[in-house]
């Protein structure tokens, strides 16, 4: 079960999420964004055996390796973390002066974990959609493109995070209406309004699941995460 390897999430989503499913996890920065999805891709690969595949475009592995550490994780064997450089790899045939596509490198990067890997790749996360945005030289058609990407993803029978900058009052979605285009959206924001922080997390949307819509506070420590309750307005 997806969510519910996470403890806590149970009340969270009372039924199972089940593949395949393209989720948005959204939020401002500072929202922990990254730390959300690669906890619940942890906890849910450590208890499936499964593999998964975590995509940084905004940094290299070593520093997102860095990062995670610093707040208590430890990689897990069967996720591995890729960047931007690995993509590159997959296309040393194309000159230096063409224009790289991302989005087709990373369908490729994808097609060749699933033949690898067969059933066994059953996870995957982008960090972040406004990455590949900005390294993308053309974005037209960008509605048309996410969908067979979105598409795509679901052909694999994948689990798909997918990670999207948003502001406190903004749409879920950019460039191509990812918002409607996913079967799921997790908001993630931060609440100022009782003296102290408090970051929570928000079930928007979440095709074929019965969940609620509150705000869950939440916090991390020690590499947990731990849920917290409804945040009360």
């Known amino acids: 079960m ?20 393209v989720v948005l996890i959204t939020g401002p920065p500072g929202a922990m964004k990254t730390t959300f999805c690669y906890t619940v891709m942890t906890y849910y690969l450590k208890k499936s055996g499964e593999f998964g595949l975590y995509t940084t475009l905004e940094e290299s592995v070593e520093s997102h390796l860095a990062n995670m550490e610093s707040l208590g994780f430890h990689l897990t064997k069967n996720l591995q973390i890729s960047d931007i450089s690995d993509l590159r790899e997959l296309d040393m045939l194309l000159e230096e002066e063409e224009e790289v596509d991302y989005l087709q490198l990373l369908e490729k990067m994808l097609a060749t974990f699933k033949n690898q890997m067969g059933d066994k790749f059953s996870f995957f996360a982008l960090d972040s959609l406004g990455a590949l945005y900005s390294i993308m030289e053309d974005a037209k058609n960008m509605r048309k493109r996410m969908f067979y990407f979105f598409r795509t993803l679901r052909s694999y029978n994948l689990y798909s995070f997918v990670v999207m900058e948003r502001s406190l009052s903004g749409e879920s979605h950019l460039l191509g209406n990812e918002g409607f285009l996913a079967d799921g959206i997790i908001h993630l ?24 819509m509150e705000k869950i506070a939440f916090e991390f420590r020690n590499g947990q995460m731990k849920i917290l309750g409804p945040l009360f307005e």
């Open 2 to 21: 997806l969510f519910h390897a996470v403890p806590g999430m149970e009340k969270v989503f009372r039924t199972d999420v089940k593949k395949p499913k």
């Open 189 to 212: 924001g931060i609440d100022r309004s009782r003296g102290k922080l408090v970051r929570y997390f928000q079930v928007e949307k979440m095709r074929t699941s019965d969940h609620s």
